[in-house]
T-cell receptor
């Protein structure tokens, strides 16, 4: 299965700042997703990162707050903009695993704490 | 609106015994179900899945049961081992790769 590297693994940020999370995959993948896990809650899909076009956002998430880039089939970034304490979460990158239908492989996640 | 629900936030079981994790869903369009396991500081890893056309899938110590009429699935781990201590997420898909996750159940296996 694909190997996903996320950076940073964790960070502590000040309110009002922005942080960009990077996701690097060791193979070309068509479908890449960004999820968020708020403390004590389930994983929620933020958006689908589309290569060569704008990301597709889920209800409740907007591009101005979570801009996403997908310059090629192995790399994507998610920016959390103008952060507030409510943005403190684990952000996870995931890709469709070619070894099994409907199976997503996840990165280790980026744990953000906003003060 | 939470479409996938895991009503038990935690489960403690003795080593060698059976662990049973439950999951309920509300969306009748879901046609594929997965269980993921998550250790601290790691991403979720795929454990086992089941298609809606089946009612059981087994992989070693792990068995998933699906009751479509009740919109319920369960994961059985037999026998439970200390390395099984983790958070388990139930997830479901309807015709695309967008997973809907439950809130997770933390399993602790006691020696």
């Amino acid at each position: 299965s694909a190997v996903i590297s996320q950076k940073p693994s964790r960070d502590i940020c000040q309110r009002g700042t922005s942080l960009t999370i990077q996701c690097q995959v060791d193979s070309q993948v068509t479908m890449m997703f960004w999820y968020r896990q708020q403390p004590g809650q389930s994983l929620t899909l933020i958006a689908t990162a589309n290569q060569g076009s704008e990301a597709t956002y889920e209800s409740g998430f907007v591009i101005d707050k979570f801009p996403i880039s997908r310059p090629n089939l192995t790399f994507s970034t998610l920016t959390v903009s103008n952060m507030s304490p409510e943005d403190s979460s684990i952000y996870l990158c995931s890709v469709v695993d070619g070894s099994g239908a409907n199976v997503l492989t996840f990165g280790a996640g980026s744990r953000l704490t906003v003060l | 609106d939470q479409q996938v629900k895991q009503n038990s936030p935690s489960l403690s079981v003795q080593e060698g015994r059976i662990s049973i994790l439950n999951c309920d869903y509300t969306n009748s369009m879901f046609d594929y179900f997965l269980w993921y396991k998550k250790y601290p500081a790691e991403g979720p890893t795929f454990l086992i899945s089941i298609s809606s056309i089946k009612d059981k899938n087994e992989d070693g110590r792990f068995t998933v049961f699906l009751n479509k009429s009740a919109k319920h699935l369960s994961l059985h781990i037999v026998p439970s081992q200390p390395g099984d201590s983790a958070v388990y997420f139930c997830a479901a898909i309807a015709n695309d790769y967008k997973l809907s996750f439950g809130a997770g159940t933390t399993v602790t296996v006691r020696a």
